[in-house]
């Protein structure tokens, strides 16, 4: 597994307990910076290779406050607060000749606790991945070429009134899931704006937020590398716009739920 | 307007730039902390009166670390970067005698921007509020009686299997919409373990996030003081929960999404 390019994209190398060095992929670059997921990924990394980690990741906000550069970053995370059941995390990345942080963000980690539980969000009826075509991907932006998507629901990129996509999601090549993979898949669905446009167009995430709605057990026990995803918006306006999307098993376990705000240009 | 409680519950006192010292509200107190949406209301004054700031806010993430105690408390506040479309903040409340922060944060500001615009939530037909009665309120939590809730689809305290409420929710006494109040509103809804089981239990807010989908213009051109609120939850597991809500004007108009992940006990 760990010749995975996905693994190398979030590969550290520990300074000290708060402090992890890593460097951007090439495999993972998106058009003018890295792919958000991948960024995303690596700081979740680094809060599971802390000493301090207390159980598994429940919630994540990443901040992207300024464009990473090719080359080497600085991870810094700080536990703010440990409970007997909730961590508090807040963390930071930084390249050398940037004064301030390129990404900030806080995260919640927590120990698995026997509790009454329900899942309400269940997944649609949809035929499995292995029957669905690849969706064509455009060559020129690597990061791409590392996922797979399958629509259930025809070709994305046609103008509509609706920006919803039903869609299955996988790593290039397949790749069991883990905490950072699906962190990244939540960043990896296609722009709502382009569903809506039918075409591409300048667009930024400005801060991404995930909800773990699985422990790592459960998590390492869902067989199949796909996930199934659903993602809509329920605005755009004055240059930015909102995705509000689930993440599913092949199962159909629900794993996690994703919210992030985009900047687009026009 | 100054007048009224909320007012008064989110007033600060500049120490500087930076730091705003603000004080508990008895009218907004909670069972054994402040009501986590004024404490939200609060940081949004802070960044709203901070000189740097530019535009209005569009995200924002509180994460609720340790429980504030009765009495006074530090806002401080910090612009990470600002770009000349996107302004990134972090945050922090402080109390004295507590080495660490209660509340940790970040949120994004940003100018008004024309560009192509569409609001794909749209708000149910429902009755308007002042013909709905109001959902009777525990009378021992102090800032349950600052809300009215309308239910448009019956007593929330039955248990059921969905979790979704769609409530009229307005300050009271009624109160002029504006962006802490919003940002409070986001957080008064019922909890959606008590739709669930039909019953109060302990639960309290990890962590909280608001999209603005409204710039101040905007929401000033509101009349009504009633918000149209539907929320759900995705799923109940291991002893958290999420809340997704979307929050409309009397008229219509998308004001605001949330998303918050919920403690609880059993």
């Known amino acids: 597994m760990h010749d995975h390019p996905f693994d190398h994209a979030i590969a550290l190398e520990r300074i000290d307990a708060d402090r992890y060095a890593g460097r951007t992929s090439d495999a993972y670059w998106n058009s003018i910076s890295p792919f958000g997921g991948v960024t995303v990924a690596t700081i979740l990394n680094a809060l599971q290779l802390h000493p301090k980690r207390l159980g598994d990741p429940l919630a994540l906000t990443v901040n992207f406050a300024g464009a990473i550069q090719k080359g080497e970053f600085e991870v810094r995370v700080r536990p703010v607060r440990t409970g007997r059941t909730v961590q508090h995390w807040s963390f930071e990345l930084l390249q050398a000749g940037e004064a301030d942080a390129l990404i900030t963000g806080s995260a919640v980690f927590a120990p698995a606790r026997a509790t009454?539980?329900?899942?309400?969000?269940?997944?649609?009826?949809?035929?499995?991945?292995?029957?669905?075509?690849?969706?064509?991907?455009?060559?020129h932006i690597p990061f791409l070429q590392r996922y797979a998507m399958r629509y259930v629901d025809g070709n994305?990129?046609?103008?509509?009134?609706?920006?919803?996509?039903?869609?299955?999601l996988s790593d290039l090549p397949l790749r069991k899931l883990d905490f950072p993979s699906l962190a990244a898949l939540c960043d990896a669905l296609i722009p709502r704006l382009f569903v809506r446009q039918g075409?591409?167009?300048?667009?930024?995430?400005?801060?991404?937020?995930?909800?773990?709605?699985?422990?790592?057990?459960?998590?390492?026990?869902?067989?199949?590398?796909?996930?199934?995803?659903r993602a809509r918006a329920n605005a755009f306006q004055r240059g930015f716009y909102d995705q509000d999307a689930l993440l599913w098993s092949e199962s159909g376990r629900l794993l996690a739920s994703t919210h992030q705000v985009v900047w687009y240009r026009k």
């Open 116 to 139: 009454w539980s329900d899942t309400e969000a269940r997944m649609p009826e949809v035929p499995p991945p292995q029957g669905i075509a690849t969706a064509p991907q455009p060559p």
């Open 156 to 168: 994305p990129l046609q103008a509509c009134d609706d920006s919803t996509t039903c869609c299955w």
């Open 199 to 229: 075409a591409s167009s300048p667009v930024a995430t400005v801060t991404l937020s995930v909800n773990f709605h699985v422990d790592g057990n459960e998590l390492a026990a869902q067989t199949g590398c796909h996930t199934f995803t």
